[in-house]
């Protein structure tokens, strides 16, 4: 288990199980704003699920709130995550069996790296875990056993490659040495290779005597450096052959050569030589891979016959960058020399850039400042070199910016201010490039949706609204729409629409319009008069349900159409009811004489009030005539003595309106000299026949509805009276006394009962300017009045003849008659 260390220490223990020392291990990091720490474990490999690493929260310096409320959490980009972040206990565990030889291979030191996240704010802290090597691997070889064909003639001093061993362990716990059994022909010499890999070979230190011994069985032992020590072994079958004298030499101890990564198979890599200076059979030499645990074999192949170097697998610069091959040349005879082949990969951009998502934030309110963090990524190229230098940008132009914090991790943030109302969804495209010939890059897609804030006021497509409306409309009527527009959305986008409190002529505008709250529709409340009120200014607020809500108004003005709906009026002359008013006229007038002037007026406007003037009704038509336009009454031919006196004009005023009204006005002429004259003649003026004939229907009117009083009443009491005779029968048949009773006021004509007062008073008054007469019907007690003209006595004789018909003939009947 580690502890961890803080930004501001330079200092961290490691201690590790089983008794084993405490170690000072230095750290030396750089620090961003989002990376506050860099920490360092070492563990062994091996360990259970759930063991301890290390105390993440203690080692940098953060409390266990700060742990949750940042929703702290591991990002790797391997697919096996071995460890564990504990966030309620601020400690790191392992989480999956970690086994070095597989997770790193031969290479040391191995460990893997890991970022951890926080939040609110963002924090970015990198911890490595080294992996520390047990020994659970014993040195093992490919084969079960190694033959040998030697040449008795062999020198001394001849050397022959044995197969290597492997261990997956590294350090102390790998491989360490190798032995041979005893023996008095031959004695191990170990070497190593430049990557520190360790090899054997048995070298000749005494002739080999065929006779004597034709067949050596040997053991080569591996043994690694671990506690405990574990080692593995495998046979040499020597068998010794006879004559051949002369090993193989090759041309040069070492050859070097290059290839580009991703070669296609059968790629030329080199060509070795060794050279055998026997003749014959013994002179032919074969070529070998000398290793071949090492499985390169399975990466390169060799021509036993031409020494010529193929390339057989993948070829991967970031899996190796460097090959070394160990190549045997063999002899007919079975003597071999050794040489090394050294290949150099060469880099080619052939992976492009990944890009990983560390954090994402959708949706971001449009009122976020410039520089708000939108995502973290973070960007690998596996390329080496110029092949692995990344540039990020942003593929079009769009209010955000790509900012390098460290290396490989990138942030997204806003450039300018957002506007939801322009732009409420981003697609935004970072596309990574390295720099290789040719470029390769990646692309990744974000999807940033923005969210609103109501920061819109409704607005009116009109500055003011104009409309009209015809007076004397039904209340309720729809006026007019107004609408308002809101570029929010949702909530902040619903408006309302308010009629502001005014007042016209004295009266709060809501008695005369309404506004529809939710469509805007503005109706009449009341019935309006254009002679009353011309126009309506009111205004309208449009509100919407935002928080706070804003608003904005706007000015209706509606205006009151006339319609023709008042008759002309006369002013003059004065028509009244006490008295005849009479225009005189000489009659020594000669032709155009004005005789008078008929003015009237009409309250409506326009072509309503426009006023024409016809003579409608005349006692001389030939002699006068009116003005069409003013109203004028004048005289068309000379007044002659053969004219009448009394001269009666009716003379009709009409508008222009449609349809058109009218009045009519009586004007009495008078064509005398003196005023004796004329005032003898009007004494018994003479109603017309429109008069009188009036006055008949209104009088037969009220006598038909007396009498259907009448005949009502006759039938209820000879209906009463029938119902009683019965209950006398049946009183009489029952030897009971019957005592009549008689309502007062009642009285039997044979059978029948009259219902009807016996005395009426008839008052007939009429004066000589009278247009009407009124009649009036008393009751019992009092006295009932027609008023009439003074030509009384022809409705005084149909009153008679109506008073008969109602009630006896001697009933008294009271006209006055007033002139």
């Not at 080294?130 to 033959?147: A, G, L, Q, V, Y």
């Not at 970072?430 to 390769?440: E, F, N, Q, R, S």
């Not at 068309?636 to 053969?642: E, F, M, N």
Request: hydrophobic content about 35%.
């Amino acid at each position: 288990m580690a502890c961890g260390i803080r930004h501001d220490a330079v200092w961290v223990k490691w201690r590790f199980g089983c008794g084993q020392n405490w170690r000072i291990l230095f750290l030396l990091f750089s620090v961003t704003h989002l990376v506050t720490g860099h920490i360092r474990y070492s563990i062994p490999e091996e360990m259970k699920k759930g063991s301890l690493i290390g105390n993440v929260a203690q080692d940098l310096g953060l409390d266990l709130k700060r742990l949750r409320s940042g929703r702290a959490r591991i990002v790797t980009g391997e697919s096996i995550q071995y460890t564990e972040l504990k966030s309620d206990k601020g400690i790191l565990v392992v989480n999956e069996r970690i086994d070095r030889e597989q997770l790193c291979g031969d290479v040391t030191p191995c460990s893997f790296s890991f970022e951890v996240i926080l939040e609110n704010p963002m924090e970015l802290h990198q911890i490595t875990v080294e992996i520390t090597d047990i020994n659970d691997h014993s040195p093992t070889f490919k084969r079960s056993s190694i033959s040998f064909e030697i040449s008795e003639i062999a020198n001394t001093g001849a050397r022959f490659s044995l197969t290597s061993a492997e261990d997956p362990d590294v350090g102390v716990n790998g491989l360490k040495e190798y032995l041979l059994t005893e023996n008095d022909y031959f004695i191990l010499k170990q070497n190593a290779n430049a990557d520190g890999k360790k090899y054997a070979e048995m070298v000749l230190q005494k002739p080999l005597d065929r006779e004597t011994n034709p067949i050596l069985t040997l053991k080569l032992i591996a043994v690694d450096g671990g506690t405990p020590q574990r080692s593995g072994t495998v046979n040499i079958d020597i068998a010794v052959l006879d004559v051949n004298d002369n090993a193989p030499v090759f041309n040069q101890s070492v050859y070097k050569a290059t290839v580009m990564e991703n070669s296609a198979r059968d790629t030329y890599v080199t060509t070795v030589n060794a050279s055998d200076a026997d003749f014959g059979s013994n002179s032919i030499v074969s070529y070998y891979f000398s290793d071949l645990n090492s499985g390169l074999s399975d990466l390169f192949m060799i021509d036993e016959k031409t020494g010529v170097i193929l390339i057989k697998g993948s070829v991967d610069y970031e899996k190796d960058k460097k090959y070394e091959l160990r190549i045997d040349a063999r002899d007919q005879g079975g003597l071999t020399d050794s040489s090394k082949v050294i290949i150099e990969v060469t880099d080619v951009n052939d992976n492009a850039p990944t890009i990983s998502v560390m954090s994402f934030t959708s949706p971001v309110s449009e009122d976020s400042p410039p520089g708000t963090t939108i995502g973290i990524i973070n960007v690998k190229d596996l390329d080496s070199r110029d092949n692995g230098q990344v540039n990020c940008r942003i593929e079009q132009n769009s209010p955000f910016k790509i900012k390098s914090n460290l290396r490989n991790y990138y942030t997204l943030v806003t450039d300018t201010v957002l506007d939801r109302e322009s732009v409420s969804e981003y697609n935004i495209t970072i596309v990574a490039t390295d720099a290789g010939v040719p470029p390769l890059s990646a692309k990744r897609t974000f999807n940033l949706k923005v969210s609103d804030v109501n920061d819109n006021a409704p607005a009116f497509s009109h500055s003011v609204y104009n409309t009209f409306i015809t007076e004397n409309n039904s209340p309720g009527v729809s006026v007019l729409v107004i609408r308002a527009n809101d570029p929010d959305e949702n909530q902040n986008a619903r408006i309302s629409y308010i009629l502001e409190d005014s007042n016209i002529g004295g009266s709060p505008i809501s008695e005369s319009v309404s506004v529809n709250a939710e469509s805007g529709v503005v109706h009449a409340v009341r019935s309006f008069d254009y002679e009353q009120i011309k126009q309506l200014i009111f205004v309208v607020k449009a509100q919407d349900g935002g928080s706070p809500p804003l608003s904005s108004n706007v000015t209706v003005k509606m205006t009151i159409q006339d319609q023709n709906d008042n008759p002309p009026q006369v002013l003059y002359p004065v028509q009244t009811g006490g008295s005849v008013v009479a225009e005189m006229v000489p009659r020594s007038a000669d032709v155009g004489y004005l005789v008078t002037k008929v003015v009237a007026v009409d309250v409506d406007s326009g072509q309503n009030a426009w006023l024409s003037y016809k003579l409608q009704k005349a006692t001389d038509r030939a002699l006068f005539e009116v003005g069409s336009q003013n109203g004028e009454i004048r005289t068309i031919r000379q007044v002659s003595d053969k004219d009448a006196v009394k001269q009666r004009l009716s003379v009709i005023v009409e508008d222009n309106g449609q349809p058109s009204r009218s009045a009519t006005v009586i004007v009495n002429v008078a064509v005398a000299d003196s005023f004796p004259e004329v005032l003898s003649e009007f004494s018994d003026f003479p109603h017309d026949k429109e008069y009188n004939d009036n006055l008949t229907f209104y009088l037969v009117l009220a006598l038909a509805v007396v009498s259907f009083l009448f005949i009502t009443c006759l039938v209820v009491i000879i209906s009463v009276k029938i119902y009683r005779w019965r209950q006398s029968r049946i009183l009489y048949h029952s030897n009971l006394p019957v005592i009549p009773y008689y309502p007062p006021r009642y009285s039997d004509t044979l059978g029948t009962t009259g219902t009807l007062q016996h005395v009426y008073n008839y008052e007939v008054c009429r004066t000589t300017d009278s247009r009407k007469s009124d009649c009036k019907f008393g009751r019992a007690g009092s006295q009932n009045v027609l008023i009439m003209d003074p030509s009384c006595s022809g409705t005084m004789q149909r009153m008679q003849r109506e008073k008969s018909i109602l009630d006896e003939p001697d009933s008294p009947l009271e006209v006055r008659c007033n002139i």
